[in-house]
């Protein structure tokens, strides 16, 4: 391989940072939310980028087993597998709203 040059996983990380850029461009777009359906919209969107970044992620290491990721971009691949699988549960199990209500509690 070439000095300087990524190793074909290259792509699948430009893959996995555009898809968490694009969550992190959802929540933000969450927090400043004009109504409740331009909420639930983002919602939508935000559990769908999730899945996208689920999906991108996990055939990476299914053939791997138990084994822990070694490498900085399996690591990183695998912290962005756990926020997506902890978005997709919030956005579509109802968990932003319990959040809200709590924050506002307060």
Known sequence: MARGRMPSIGSTNLH?????AEIEGLYTALRGARDE??????????????????????????NRGAL????RWERRRLLAARGADLVA?????GGWSRWARLRNRS
């Open 68 to 71: 822990r990721p070694r490498s």
């Open 37 to 62: 359906h331009h909420r639930e919209r983002i919602l939508a969107d935000l559990a769908e980028a999730g899945r996208r970044l689920t999906a991108r992620t996990h055939p990476t290491q299914g």
């Open 89 to 93: 549960t919030f956005a579509t199990d």
């Open 16 to 20: 996995v940072g555009a898809a968490v």
